[in-house]
């Protein structure tokens, strides 16, 4: 029922006495436990108004007669609230650009990324990042299979991503873009159908127009909320730039140790499942070689139980 009280606008507009109709309508439905009859009000509106707010759904079946479909919106459209609340279906989802906005230290993230992304074509690049994060990653490549090094980058990886997606994504301010599509769809929806049983019905031409421009407002306020919505791709992509800027040198670090340096020996080779023994090099899905493929099948694995554990719900909220 989010448009109650722009279809009390329109019966007003059409007929200023309406109002009174309404306001009677009110004051009885108070008297009466929310409900009304026609006896009720017989006097205070004609039997016409009457059959326009049970015919424009302001009026819906209750118990024993009729009650107000939307007793919120229609007590604003009475107050004159509606201007600042019922003027659109957008207009009821508060978004605040400024929520969404990247800060200096998440653009200089972007471009760190950005920077770092060359290495995989250059071998130069390569090797002076893969070099400085064997300083730190040397040890524990010194203390454990290749196959467990890729399992523990995955495991941390995974672990920071899981936080920073928790962190950085506020999903209540995505909820809100959702939000906002959602309402503008729905108002379209009522439009249409309300247009449908206009034109069974043999309106005059004068409201099936009214109905036309409302469905063109409504057209308009969803093309601004599908350019609005790049709110809700920043608020999602500003995490992923903090992942890249973390991740692409360890992973760049894993491809300089198997395609510079080289693993020698029983390293050289896993045991991979489903597929049996393999070299980090062989490609295992298309072109895709075998390290990357084990890579993401430990990232994806530990990301899942690491959000389960830590009760991470990257899920949009409602505002």
């Known amino acids: 029922m989010t448009r109650t009280a722009e279809k009390i606008d329109a019966l007003v507009r059409e007929d200023s006495s309406m109002a009174d109709a309404l306001e009677a309508i009110r004051e009885k439905a108070d008297r009466n436990g929310g409900e009304v009859q026609w006896a009720d009000v017989s006097d205070e509106l004609t039997s016409g108004q009457w059959g326009r707010l049970i015919e424009k759904g302001v009026l819906i079946d209750g118990d024993k007669g009729f009650e107000i479909a939307d007793r919120e919106a229609f007590?604003?459209?009475?107050?004159?609230?509606?201007?600042?609340?019922?003027?659109?279906?957008?207009?009821?989802?508060?978004?605040?650009?400024?929520?969404?906005?990247?800060?200096?230290?998440?653009?200089?993230?972007?471009?760190?990324?950005?920077?770092?992304?060359?290495?995989?074509?250059?071998?130069?690049?390569?090797?002076?990042?893969?070099s400085t994060i064997d300083v730190v990653l040397g040890p524990l490549d010194a203390a454990l299979p290749f196959y467990a090094v890729i399992l523990s980058v995955a495991l941390i990886t995974g672990l920071y991503s899981s936080l920073l997606q928790a962190n950085l994504m506020d999903t209540e301010v995505m909820g809100k873009y959702q939000e906002q599509m959602k309402a503008v769809q729905e108002e379209q929806k009522e439009i249409r159908q309300e247009k449908k049983e206009a034109e069974e019905r043999g309106a005059s031409e004068e409201e099936i127009e009214r109905l036309e421009d409302e469905l063109e407002r409504a057209r308009e306020e969803q093309m601004e909320a599908m350019a609005d919505n790049l709110g809700m791709f920043k608020e999602q992509f500003r995490p992923m730039v903090w992942i890249m800027l973390l991740t692409i040198p360890l992973f760049l670090w894993m491809y300089w140790k198997i395609q510079t340096v080289g693993i020698d020996g029983a390293e050289a080779t896993a045991v991979m499942p489903l597929v049996g023994t393999v070299e980090w090099n062989s490609g295992l899905v298309g072109p895709m070689p075998a390290w990357i493929v084990w890579y993401f099948l430990c990232s994806m694995g530990f990301s899942q139980l690491l959000r389960k554990s830590l009760n991470i719900d990257m899920s949009p909220s409602g505002a």
């Open 75 to 130: 007590d604003r459209a009475l107050d004159g609230d509606a201007d600042s609340t019922g003027g659109g279906a957008s207009a009821d989802v508060d978004v605040d650009d400024e929520d969404s906005s990247w800060s200096q230290w998440d653009k200089l993230a972007g471009v760190g990324a950005l920077l770092l992304m060359p290495g995989y074509w250059f071998d130069s690049i390569r090797s002076v990042v893969g």
